[in-house]
Protein backbone atom coordinates (compact mmCIF):
# COMPACT_ATOMS: atom_id res chain seq x y z
CA UNK A 1 0.00 0.00 0.00
CA UNK A 2 1.20 3.20 -0.89
CA UNK A 3 1.62 6.27 0.98
CA UNK A 4 -1.57 7.89 -1.21
CA UNK A 5 -3.38 5.06 -0.88
CA UNK A 6 -2.69 5.08 3.07
CA UNK A 7 -3.61 8.67 3.25
CA UNK A 8 -7.04 8.00 1.28
CA UNK A 9 -8.16 5.46 3.28
CA UNK A 10 -7.16 7.13 6.78
CA UNK A 11 -9.65 10.30 5.54
CA UNK A 12 -12.01 7.27 4.28
CA UNK A 13 -12.38 6.24 8.03
CA UNK A 14 -12.19 9.55 9.48
CA UNK A 15 -15.27 10.44 7.44
CA UNK A 16 -17.27 7.37 8.49
CA UNK A 17 -16.74 7.53 12.00
CA UNK A 18 -17.34 10.78 12.00
CA UNK A 19 -20.28 10.65 9.63
CA UNK A 20 -21.95 8.03 11.91
CA UNK A 21 -20.87 9.70 15.23
CA UNK A 22 -22.72 12.98 13.79
CA UNK A 23 -25.77 10.57 12.61
CA UNK A 24 -25.73 9.24 16.57
CA UNK A 25 -25.65 12.60 18.10
CA UNK A 26 -28.39 14.22 16.03
CA UNK A 27 -30.74 11.21 16.47
CA UNK A 28 -29.98 11.46 20.67
CA UNK A 29 -30.67 15.25 20.16
CA UNK A 30 -34.05 14.73 18.81
CA UNK A 31 -34.75 12.13 21.02
CA UNK A 32 -33.91 13.35 24.27
CA UNK A 33 -32.61 16.74 24.40
CA UNK A 34 -35.07 19.38 23.00
CA UNK A 35 -38.13 20.66 24.09
CA UNK A 36 -40.71 17.77 23.43
CA UNK A 37 -38.27 15.04 22.64
CA UNK A 38 -38.85 12.05 20.35
CA UNK A 39 -40.41 11.03 17.07
CA UNK A 40 -43.75 10.49 15.64
CA UNK A 41 -46.36 12.02 12.23
CA UNK A 42 -48.76 13.68 14.66
CA UNK A 43 -47.21 17.44 12.98
CA UNK A 44 -45.82 17.92 16.62
CA UNK A 45 -42.32 18.70 17.66
CA UNK A 46 -41.88 14.63 17.60
CA UNK A 47 -42.68 14.98 13.55
CA UNK A 48 -40.18 18.14 13.52
CA UNK A 49 -37.86 15.94 15.05
CA UNK A 50 -37.17 13.75 11.99
CA UNK A 51 -36.58 16.64 9.86
CA UNK A 52 -32.52 17.43 10.98
CA UNK A 53 -32.02 13.72 11.39
CA UNK A 54 -33.05 12.86 7.79
CA UNK A 55 -31.29 15.85 6.36
CA UNK A 56 -28.15 14.75 8.08
CA UNK A 57 -28.35 11.17 6.88
CA UNK A 58 -29.85 11.80 3.40
CA UNK A 59 -27.89 15.43 2.25
CA UNK A 60 -24.42 14.73 4.18
CA UNK A 61 -24.07 11.40 4.81
CA UNK A 62 -25.01 9.46 1.57
CA UNK A 63 -24.49 12.44 -0.14
CA UNK A 64 -21.35 12.70 0.93
CA UNK A 65 -20.13 9.20 0.75
CA UNK A 66 -22.07 9.15 -3.18
CA UNK A 67 -19.56 12.31 -3.80
CA UNK A 68 -16.76 9.58 -3.18
CA UNK A 69 -17.69 6.59 -4.34
CA UNK A 70 -15.81 6.65 -7.46
CA UNK A 71 -12.93 6.60 -5.27
CA UNK A 72 -13.58 4.05 -3.10
CA UNK A 73 -14.19 1.68 -5.72
CA UNK A 74 -10.74 2.48 -7.80
CA UNK A 75 -8.62 2.38 -4.36
CA UNK A 76 -10.13 -1.18 -3.70
CA UNK A 77 -8.85 -2.12 -6.59
CA UNK A 78 -12.58 -3.95 -7.94
CA UNK A 79 -12.97 -4.53 -11.34
CA UNK A 80 -16.64 -3.39 -11.91
CA UNK A 81 -17.77 -2.13 -15.16
CA UNK A 82 -17.85 1.81 -15.27
CA UNK A 83 -21.70 1.92 -15.49
CA UNK A 84 -21.76 -0.46 -12.75
CA UNK A 85 -19.76 2.19 -10.96
CA UNK A 86 -22.31 5.47 -11.82
CA UNK A 87 -25.22 3.58 -11.03
CA UNK A 88 -23.87 2.73 -7.53
CA UNK A 89 -22.92 6.49 -7.47
CA UNK A 90 -26.84 7.39 -8.88
CA UNK A 91 -27.98 5.11 -6.11
CA UNK A 92 -26.39 7.11 -3.39
CA UNK A 93 -27.59 10.60 -4.68
CA UNK A 94 -30.90 9.00 -5.42
CA UNK A 95 -31.21 7.97 -1.70
CA UNK A 96 -29.88 10.81 -0.58
CA UNK A 97 -32.63 13.03 -2.32
CA UNK A 98 -35.38 10.31 -1.18
CA UNK A 99 -34.58 10.48 2.64
CA UNK A 100 -34.01 14.78 1.78
CA UNK A 101 -37.73 14.87 1.02
CA UNK A 102 -39.50 13.20 3.83
CA UNK A 103 -36.95 15.11 5.76
CA UNK A 104 -38.42 18.35 4.11
CA UNK A 105 -42.49 17.13 4.22
CA UNK A 106 -41.76 16.31 8.22
CA UNK A 107 -40.59 20.32 8.59
CA UNK A 108 -43.54 21.42 6.18
CA UNK A 109 -45.96 19.20 8.16
CA UNK A 110 -45.13 20.24 11.52
CA UNK A 111 -45.24 24.37 10.28
CA UNK A 112 -48.38 23.58 8.49
CA UNK A 113 -50.21 21.66 11.18
CA UNK A 114 -49.19 24.50 13.69
CA UNK A 115 -49.77 27.34 12.17
CA UNK A 116 -46.31 29.01 11.82
CA UNK A 117 -44.91 31.35 8.97
CA UNK A 118 -42.51 28.47 6.88
CA UNK A 119 -39.56 29.35 4.56
CA UNK A 120 -38.69 32.45 6.43
CA UNK A 121 -35.01 32.17 7.74
CA UNK A 122 -31.34 32.11 5.51
CA UNK A 123 -31.62 28.26 6.84
CA UNK A 124 -34.50 27.51 4.91
CA UNK A 125 -34.03 29.43 1.36
CA UNK A 126 -30.58 28.07 1.16
CA UNK A 127 -32.22 24.84 2.26
CA UNK A 128 -34.56 24.82 -1.02
CA UNK A 129 -32.24 26.03 -3.56
CA UNK A 130 -29.95 23.66 -2.82
CA UNK A 131 -32.46 20.70 -3.21
CA UNK A 132 -33.22 22.65 -6.78
CA UNK A 133 -30.20 22.51 -7.96
CA UNK A 134 -29.17 19.19 -7.07
CA UNK A 135 -31.99 17.73 -8.15
CA UNK A 136 -33.00 19.29 -11.73
CA UNK A 137 -29.63 21.25 -12.52
CA UNK A 138 -26.98 18.79 -13.11
CA UNK A 139 -26.79 16.53 -10.22
CA UNK A 140 -29.20 13.60 -10.48
CA UNK A 141 -31.58 13.99 -13.28
CA UNK A 142 -29.20 15.66 -15.70
CA UNK A 143 -26.12 13.48 -14.26
CA UNK A 144 -28.20 10.71 -15.39
CA UNK A 145 -29.34 11.33 -18.52
CA UNK A 146 -26.07 12.69 -19.96
CA UNK A 147 -23.44 10.29 -18.16
CA UNK A 148 -25.88 6.97 -16.98
CA UNK A 149 -28.80 6.49 -19.81
CA UNK A 150 -29.13 7.31 -22.64
CA UNK A 151 -25.66 9.52 -22.46
CA UNK A 152 -27.08 12.64 -24.23
CA UNK A 153 -24.85 14.81 -26.18
CA UNK A 154 -21.35 14.88 -27.90
CA UNK A 155 -18.24 14.05 -26.45
CA UNK A 156 -17.30 17.74 -25.71
CA UNK A 157 -20.68 18.65 -24.26
CA UNK A 158 -20.89 15.78 -22.19
CA UNK A 159 -16.75 16.57 -20.75
CA UNK A 160 -18.53 20.05 -20.44
CA UNK A 161 -21.35 18.83 -18.37
CA UNK A 162 -18.97 16.56 -16.16
CA UNK A 163 -17.17 19.71 -15.73
CA UNK A 164 -20.15 21.45 -14.01
CA UNK A 165 -21.47 18.27 -12.38
CA UNK A 166 -17.75 17.63 -10.55
CA UNK A 167 -18.35 21.53 -9.57
CA UNK A 168 -21.64 21.51 -8.76
CA UNK A 169 -21.79 18.73 -6.76
CA UNK A 170 -18.74 20.41 -4.25
CA UNK A 171 -20.65 23.39 -4.06
CA UNK A 172 -23.91 21.88 -3.33
CA UNK A 173 -22.61 19.41 -0.92
CA UNK A 174 -20.55 22.91 1.10
CA UNK A 175 -24.14 24.43 0.95
CA UNK A 176 -25.58 21.85 2.71
CA UNK A 177 -23.29 21.44 5.38
CA UNK A 178 -23.69 25.52 5.90
CA UNK A 179 -27.55 24.70 5.35
CA UNK A 180 -27.29 22.27 8.42
CA UNK A 181 -25.00 24.77 10.69
CA UNK A 182 -27.43 26.97 10.47
CA UNK A 183 -30.53 24.76 11.43
CA UNK A 184 -27.95 23.66 14.11
CA UNK A 185 -28.19 26.97 15.15
CA UNK A 186 -31.88 27.22 15.25
CA UNK A 187 -32.30 24.41 17.22
CA UNK A 188 -29.92 24.84 19.61
CA UNK A 189 -31.57 28.98 20.39
CA UNK A 190 -35.59 27.78 20.00
CA UNK A 191 -35.24 24.12 21.60
CA UNK A 192 -32.67 23.40 24.03
CA UNK A 193 -34.01 24.38 27.54
CA UNK A 194 -32.41 26.52 29.77
CA UNK A 195 -28.76 27.31 27.69
CA UNK A 196 -27.86 29.13 30.84
CA UNK A 197 -27.15 26.30 32.80
CA UNK A 198 -25.43 24.56 29.94
CA UNK A 199 -27.56 21.49 29.61
CA UNK A 200 -25.77 18.13 28.41
CA UNK A 201 -27.81 18.83 25.06
CA UNK A 202 -25.72 21.73 24.60
CA UNK A 203 -22.92 19.22 24.38
CA UNK A 204 -24.77 17.17 22.50
CA UNK A 205 -25.58 19.96 19.57
CA UNK A 206 -21.87 21.07 19.61
CA UNK A 207 -20.55 17.45 19.53
CA UNK A 208 -22.88 16.96 16.25
CA UNK A 209 -21.68 20.03 14.21
CA UNK A 210 -17.72 18.99 14.91
CA UNK A 211 -18.49 15.99 13.93
CA UNK A 212 -20.14 17.21 10.80
CA UNK A 213 -17.22 19.83 9.66
CA UNK A 214 -15.11 16.63 10.22
CA UNK A 215 -16.74 14.54 7.89
CA UNK A 216 -17.37 17.60 5.44
CA UNK A 217 -13.26 18.31 5.87
CA UNK A 218 -12.36 14.83 4.84
CA UNK A 219 -14.86 14.55 1.56
CA UNK A 220 -13.67 17.83 0.39
CA UNK A 221 -10.36 16.73 1.12
CA UNK A 222 -10.57 13.62 -0.55
CA UNK A 223 -12.64 15.46 -4.15
CA UNK A 224 -10.16 18.04 -4.71
CA UNK A 225 -6.51 16.61 -3.82
CA UNK A 226 -5.30 15.50 -7.47
CA UNK A 227 -3.94 12.54 -5.70
CA UNK A 228 -7.24 10.98 -4.73
CA UNK A 229 -8.72 10.85 -7.88
CA UNK A 230 -10.23 8.03 -9.28
CA UNK A 231 -7.63 7.74 -12.00
CA UNK A 232 -5.08 8.13 -10.07
CA UNK A 233 -6.02 5.28 -7.20
CA UNK A 234 -7.06 2.82 -9.80
CA UNK A 235 -4.61 -0.09 -9.53
CA UNK A 236 -6.24 -1.51 -12.67
CA UNK A 237 -4.54 -0.18 -15.92
CA UNK A 238 -7.30 -1.01 -17.92
CA UNK A 239 -9.85 0.96 -15.52
CA UNK A 240 -7.13 3.90 -15.81
CA UNK A 241 -7.46 4.50 -19.67
CA UNK A 242 -11.21 3.48 -18.94
CA UNK A 243 -11.65 6.96 -16.69
CA UNK A 244 -9.79 8.79 -18.75
CA UNK A 245 -11.64 7.99 -22.03
CA UNK A 246 -14.78 9.08 -20.58
Known sequence: MTSTTT?????????EVSGLAALILVGV????????PGYGWDGSLHTFNYHPMLMSLGFIFLYGNGAIAFRVIATTGINLARTTQKLIHFIFQASALIVAIVALVAVFKYYDKQG???MFSP????????????????????????????KWGSSSLKASMLSL???????????????????????????IVKPEEFPSGLIVANMFGLCMLLFCGCIITILLKPQYQASSLAKDETIQMEIHDE
Not at 7 to 15: D, I, K, M, S
Not at 133 to 150: R, S
Not at 170 to 181: E, G, R, S, V
Open 123 to 150: HSWIAIIATGLFTVQVQLIGGFFFFLFP
Open 7 to 15: GFWVLVTLA
Open 116 to 118: YQD
Open 165 to 191: HVFTGKFIFIMMIATALMGLTEVVIYD
Open 29 to 36: LGGKHVKD
